[in-house]
């Protein structure tokens, strides 16, 4: 169990063992932890000029023709994977037969594990924000290059990680293929807990996604101390759908180390600093023509 432990905590954020670091959420009066804004006292990184996460403005992003469909490898295998409750999220283990590659990436990438963010009773809960809005989650899914085995090693290298982003959007109708996940959360409610989820597939995470091509990328960092600047972000347009009562479940379940509610795990937007955002996609084009088409037929027809 220990060791399980210290190998997530290896693997979400190198550091994280020895440093009493917290979100904003756990800061009350009778807990004194350091959160976001004080993450630098302890990890230098975090203060740094390419940290995650960001905000998107949509109107500023620049289109990447090189930014093509991400090959996504084993996403289809199916596998058991061990969840964990790390202290401030759950984190779970992947097999290193999950690769990407494509997307401008340079080179193949393996998996190591996914984990996600999440708020607090219908707040928001996403790290990344697109023109100000804050999703209620967000999963990320770390793969680091096929040349590194440990986290730690592709930390040194400034294009060593490469992080996949989802956005979670509530819809009406319960998103089925998550129910796996979202039980082992409840067999994981307390720090250092760990669970295997049988016949899992990473694709059933994202299978209601039907288009994949379209996303943003920068490059930025781990938006968990020890915050390292090693990260190719690329963060996908299309949300996948959640209901409310299965995100209030997710909510509820686990609890931080501290003995809290985990809630609120998210970090807040950072400055840019003068970096740009790509976009796989030029511009919402066909519905641009569309409009100019409608357009053109009104004028015409009031011409008639
Ligand atoms: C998953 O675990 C079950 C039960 O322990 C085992 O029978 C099965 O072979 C495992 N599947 C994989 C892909 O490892
Ligand atoms: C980090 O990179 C430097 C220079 O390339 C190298 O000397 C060092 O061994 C690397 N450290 C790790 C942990 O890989
Ligand atoms: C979860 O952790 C708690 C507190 O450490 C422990 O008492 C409990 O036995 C653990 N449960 C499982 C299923 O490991
Ligand atoms: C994916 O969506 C984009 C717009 O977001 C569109 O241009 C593209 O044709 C779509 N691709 C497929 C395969 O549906
Ligand atoms: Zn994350």
Known sequence: MSSTLLISCLLLAPYLCSG??????QNTCDDKCKGPRQWVSDFPACGGQRQSPINIITRKVQYDPSL??????????????????????????????????????????????????????????SEHTVDGEQYPMEVHIVHIKEEYSTLKEAMNDSVGVAALGFFFEVSPRENKQLNKIIDALGRVRYNGNSTDIRGFQ??????????FSGYYRYAGSLTTPSCDEAIIWTLFKQPIPVSQDQLNIIIRQMLFSTGKPMIDIFRPVLNLNGRTVYTSHACPCVLLSLITLLLCLIFVFELI
């Open 20 to 25: 009493q670091w917290c979100y904003e959420s």
């Open 202 to 211: 990473l694709g059933d995470l994202l299978i209601s996604l039907e288009n």
């Open 68 to 125: 093509t469909p991400i090959m996504f490898e084993g996403y289809t295998e199916v596998m058991n994977i061990t969840v964990t409750n790390v202290g401030y999220a759950a984190a779970f283990s992947l097999p290193r037969s999950v690769r990407i590659s494509g997307g401008g990436l340079p080179g193949k990438y393996k998996a190591l594990q996914f984990h996600l963010h999440w708020g607090s009773d219908c707040g928001p809960g």
